[in-house]
Structures are given as structure tokens and as C-alpha cells.
């Protein structure tokens, strides 16, 4: 996503926009069954201001890319450590604790059934994603082979793509990770790593796909 409009639909603002999501939250926006509403009628929706929605995601948006390294070797480090370490670690440690929950909470209402499973599609996902990452999109840009680059790019693409799908559906199995009075720890623990683990996702795509991605493209045959 390079431009926000107030046209543009909720759902596609939350999962392209590092910190959108948050923001739709605390606004009472909803993005997840509602999500298709264009950004201007879900903030009237709301009793909003449109403009002044769309100009705190202008700020949201501006300050996505401030804290990237500006060498792109050291960008390509910055995402390996901060972004595909991190997602696995979380991942391993949330899938069993949805599965806890489901467990325990399965005849409530809000339960958030069929999270672990998507949690576990995101893992695989997600995974095969950063191995092509790490064992070749990342070394031909390391070795500055850009005439090999176009193919991968392009898969990289289609893959983020892929995985915004499946976010949409996270968000979907745990009811937009609102959580029901009176959740015990383990449910509030699950929701509030989902919600942590969605915006690491949304930010290492949107790094990607505006900052280091646009290097090589422009060079790659």
C-alpha cells in the first residue's frame, strides 16, 4: 500500500499499516467482519472525523520506515533478527497456548475456536517464507546478483500477500481479539501475544515491501 485515501477499505488499512490495527481498536473501528467498509463511512460509523483518522494514520505511516537501517546490509540484518526470530519464537509458544484455551474455553461463546489451527497455517506459512528468504532472496541481494532477483521478488510478493490472508483469518477466529469479561490469564496472555505477533507481521511486510524490496526492484531484469 503506497497511498491511504479515506476510500480505502478498513481491512486493507489494518493489515498493511504497521499500528493501524491498534488504532482501529481503541477507535472502536472494526476491520475484521467489517472490514470492507471504505475508511471514511466506518469513522461516521463511529461518530469519527474521517480526516482526522486518516491523518493520524498519515503520521502511523510516515513513522513506519523512520527506524529502518539505512545500509541494506545491515537492513537485511535488522530484518533476519528482529522480524524471522522473533515470529518463530512467538509462534512456538502461542500455538499450544491457543490450543489451552480452546481446550478450556471451548463451550463459551467468544471462544476463539479454530485459532490454533491458525495459527499453526500462519507458522507454516510463514516459515517457508523466511527459509526462501534466508537461503536466496537474502544472499543474491547480499551478493548483489540483481539480475537474478526479479523471479524471487516477485514470489516474495505473492507470499505477503498470502500471509495477509491468513492474519485476516486470526483475526476472524478470535473475534477481533476482544476478550470476554472475566478472561482467565492464559486467554488474555494468547490475545495480547496475536495481537503483538499480527503488528511485528504487518510491520516486517511493510519494511519489505517499501524500503528493501524497492532497492532491487528497479534493477532486477
Not at 488504532?23 to 466506518?42: D, T, V
Not at 526470530?85 to 484455551?101: D, K, M, S, W, Y
Request: hydrophobic share 45%; aromatic share 4%; glycine share 6%.
Amino acid at each position: 500500500m503506497t497511498t491511504i485515501s479515506l476510500d480505502t477499505q478498513v481491512r486493507d488499512i489494518a493489515a498493511e499499516m504497521p499500528g493501524a490495527a491498534d488504532l482501529f481498536r481503541q477507535a472502536g473501528i472494526s476491520f475484521c467482519c467489517g472490514g470492507k467498509m471504505p475508511l471514511a463511512e466506518a469513522a461516521k460509523a463511529q461518530g469519527l472525523d474521517p480526516e482526522a483518522i486518516l491523518a493520524q494514520l498519515t503520521v502511523l505511516q510516515e513513522a513506519a520506515t523512520r527506524e529502518a537501517p539505512t545500509e541494506t546490509l545491515e537492513l537485511i540484518d535488522h530484518v533476519l533478527d528482529r522480524y524471522h526470530a522473533t515470529h518463530r519464537h512467538e509462534l512456538q509458544n502461542l500455538i499450544p497456548l491457543a490450543q489451552r484455551v480452546e481446550a478450556v474455553h471451548g463451550s463459551h461463546e467468544k471462544a476463539p475456536l479454530g485459532l490454533s489451527v491458525a495459527l499453526t497455517n500462519l507458522f507454516k506459512e510463514l516459515d517457508a517464507h523466511m527459509l526462501k528468504e534466508e537461503r536466496v532472496l537474502f544472499p543474491l541481494m547480499r551478493a548483489g546478483n540483481t539480475a537474478a532477483l526479479a523471479a524471487p521478488l516477485k514470489v516474495m510478493r505473492n507470499d505477503h500477500h498470502a500471509t495477509t490472508d491468513l492474519l485476516r483469518g486470526i483475526e476472524h477466529a478470535s473475534h477481533g481479539l476482544e476478550l470476554p469479561e472475566g478472561a482467565c490469564g492464559s486467554w488474555t496472555a494468547l490475545y495480547a501475544g496475536v495481537r503483538k505477533l499480527g503488528s511485528d507481521i504487518v510491520a516486517h511486510i511493510h519494511l519489505e515491501e517499501t524500503v528493501l524490496f524497492p532497492r532491487f526492484e528497479s534493477q532486477a531484469a
